[in-house]
């Protein structure tokens, strides 16, 4: 009998103890189920720096598929002459790995004639291969020619000085004149002036206390003899031509500025010429120096190297000058002070 009530005990007890942790658990689960609904939500953890690296290089993607798409261009069908002809895409004279010859002349003549002067032609380097980014002393393409420029007496006085660039397929020569050799389809020309203009004025300033001018005495001599204002040739050492790597069917008429200044077309074929450029974006101002007659020599270093198109929409871009800058691109100014 005390066993039974001893069991029965146990057993509620043990129902008892169940019911609790029913209870219990109930009630934790309950209080499970709340808190998240309760509480506020967690702050989301920063970006680890993988996932800033994705997010940069999927912006990068984005920028390069839009340019890209730009570049295309409109499809032929699209273009039309007023007459409803449809007008074809171009393309480049030069088709990849044509085999050239550089010619580099240097003159005192803005239209240049003289090739059988040997003393005019500056540098000349052959079988250079259109787009190839892997040859030169650095394998990247480049080529670099170093050399004294002799000063003749007009260009010591102010005198301007022009460099002339040729690019011909290989076999064939620049000279118009030699009708067996020159081929207007396989001829590249471009010039421009090497030195420029720096316009310096003469300031008489004076001391209030003293009443006197800091000016140099020869410098007040200068301003007394070529007046407030002088104009004065100046030289930089350094020069890069670059020929662009580029093979887009450009249609005359369609080429987005700055670029339509480059791309010339041919008036018979309708085919545009490789695209040379005279690249000087890196020339500080302060390596200029003057041009004067007591220089007899100058020195100068020439590069020629390709260059991709979308680095050279970049430099076309920041080159190119306002429409009000009426002292043009090669003139400068700078006052008689010194810098400290």
Not at 84 to 100: A, E, Y
Not at 196 to 223: H, S, V, W
Request: hydrophobic content about 35%; proline content about 8%; some cysteine.
């Amino acid at each position: 009998m005390a066993a039974q009530e001893s069991g029965a005990g146990d057993s509620e007890v043990t129902a008892a103890s169940v019911g609790q942790i029913s209870s219990n658990g109930a009630v934790a689960g309950q209080e499970l189920t709340e808190t998240p609904q309760g509480n506020q939500p967690q702050p989301q953890p920063p970006p680890n720096a993988w996932q800033v690296i994705k997010g940069v290089l999927f912006r990068i993607f984005i920028i390069w598929v839009i340019s890209s798409w730009f570049r295309r261009g409109s499809t032929p069908a699209d273009q039309a002459s007023p007459t409803g002809v449809p007008i074809v895409p171009s393309r480049n004279l030069f088709p990849r790995d044509t085999l050239m010859d550089l010619h580099v002349f240097i003159s005192e003549s803005e239209h240049f004639t003289d090739f059988n002067d040997t003393t005019r032609l500056f540098w000349e380097q052959k079988d250079l291969v259109y787009g190839d980014w892997s040859s030169g002393e650095n394998r990247d393409g480049c080529y670099e020619h170093y050399s004294e420029v002799d000063i003749p007496e007009s260009v010591q006085h102010n005198g301007s000085i022009y460099i002339h660039v040729y690019l011909t397929k290989s076999g064939f020569h620049p000279d118009p004149k030699q009708k067996t050799l020159y081929r207007r389809l396989a001829t590249v020309h471009t010039s421009r002036m090497l030195n420029k203009y720096k316009r310096r004025r003469f300031l008489k300033t004076k001391n209030l206390l003293t009443g006197e001018t800091e000016a140099d005495p020869e410098m007040i001599k200068r301003a007394e003899d070529y007046g407030p204002i002088e104009i004065i040739s100046h030289w930089h050492p350094n020069l890069t031509i670059n020929v662009v790597d580029d093979h887009t069917p450009w249609v005359k008429g369609s080429v987005p500025p700055p670029l339509d200044q480059y791309v010339k077309f041919d008036a018979v074929s309708g085919d545009y010429y490789p695209i040379v450029y005279f690249n000087d974006y890196w020339n500080l101002q302060k390596d200029y120096f003057p041009i004067n007659d007591t220089l007899e020599k100058l020195p100068f270093r020439v590069s020629f190297c390709p260059l991709s198109l979308w680095r050279w929409q970049l430099y076309a871009a920041q080159s190119t000058k306002s429409p009000w800058n009426f002292l043009g691109e090669d003139m400068y100014e700078q006052s008689d002070r010194k810098s400290t």
